[in-house]
């Protein structure tokens, strides 16, 4: 793998088996008339972003932006000019994300789904950001699949942000049943090349009005057997 992204883009060849996932998001995004009402929508992006600031990464930075949706949060990355690799699993909401932010910045496009391998051709990161994707993973097989291409896809001295729903947060989300996360799980499952950095409860308010509590956690990919910061 090579870290060069350059503008527009596509890696890999879509997977188009029509499995449920792809059929579900797909379902919902081509059906979004307005972002503002989906369940998930954040007005800013200001939560992640002081987590990006936290690791002291700068453009020209590559970030993995796993389950990007119609996400905002695409759009500011690559304002301040970081490299971006954009997956989501549904291709509706990847058209519309492109769309939107057109020529802007270095953006690659990843239509996959992150319980599969990662194509060849996927570019090395210095920072795998996930707030989507790894809470709708029910199965173990799945799980599995989702840390190893993470731990991966990230550079050594590289970071993951993690922002799942934690163990007190509602049991579905988007009609589906979730996996939700307790600190002490999240960083087994990242794994003991990774250094736990910070971590919170974030309580996000959602376009509703109601509290969902997730579970936010920062960690670095160690250099060697004893990373020193």
């Given at each position: 793998?090579?870290?060069?992204?350059c503008?527009?883009?596509?890696?890999?060849?879509?997977?188009?088996?029509?499995d449920?996932?792809?059929?579900h998001?797909?379902?919902?995004f081509?059906h979004?008339?307005?972002d503002?009402?989906?369940?998930?929508y954040?007005k800013?992006?200001s939560?992640?972003?002081k987590?990006?600031?936290?690791?002291r990464l700068?453009?020209?930075?590559t970030?993995f932006?796993?389950?990007a949706g119609?996400?905002?949060?695409?759009?500011d990355?690559?304002?301040?000019?970081?490299?971006?690799i954009?997956?989501?699993?549904?291709?509706?909401?990847?058209?519309?994300?492109r769309d939107?932010t057109g020529?802007r910045?270095?953006?690659?496009?990843?239509?996959?789904?992150?319980a599969?391998?990662?194509?060849?051709?996927?570019?090395i990161?210095?920072?795998?950001i996930?707030?989507?994707?790894l809470?709708?993973?029910?199965?173990?097989?799945?799980?599995d699949?989702?840390f190893?291409n993470?731990?991966?896809?990230?550079r050594?001295g590289?970071y993951?942000?993690?922002?799942?729903?934690?163990?007190?947060?509602?049991?579905?989300?988007?009609?589906?049943?979730?996996?939700?996360?307790?600190?002490?799980?999240l960083?087994r499952?990242?794994g003991?090349?990774?250094?736990?950095?910070h971590h919170?409860t974030y309580?996000?308010?959602?376009?509703?009005?109601d509290l969902?509590?997730?579970?936010?956690?920062?960690?670095?990919?160690?250099?060697e057997?004893?990373d020193v910061?």
């Open positions: 793998m090579n870290n060069l992204i503008a527009g883009t596509t890696l890999g060849k879509p997977d188009r088996i029509m449920t996932r792809r059929l998001w797909d379902r919902i081509t979004a008339t307005d503002s009402r989906l369940g998930w954040e800013d992006s939560q992640t972003l987590y990006l600031e936290m690791t700068s453009p020209p930075a970030v932006l796993a389950g119609t996400s905002t949060l695409a759009d990355l690559l304002t301040a000019g970081y490299g971006l954009v997956n989501d699993v549904s291709g509706v909401a990847l058209a519309v994300l939107r020529s910045g270095r953006a690659a496009w990843l239509e996959h789904d992150l599969r391998p990662l194509p060849d051709d996927l570019p990161v210095d920072l795998w996930d707030r989507a994707v809470h709708f993973l029910l199965e173990e097989t799945e799980i699949a989702y190893a993470m731990q991966n896809s990230v050594p590289g993951v942000l993690q922002a799942q729903f934690s163990t007190q947060a509602a049991a579905k989300c988007a009609g589906l049943d979730l996996h939700r996360y307790s600190l002490d799980e960083c499952r990242v003991e090349q990774f250094s736990l950095i919170e309580q996000y308010t959602m376009p509703g009005g969902r509590p997730y579970l936010y956690a920062l960690f670095k990919k160690r250099t057997l004893k910061r």
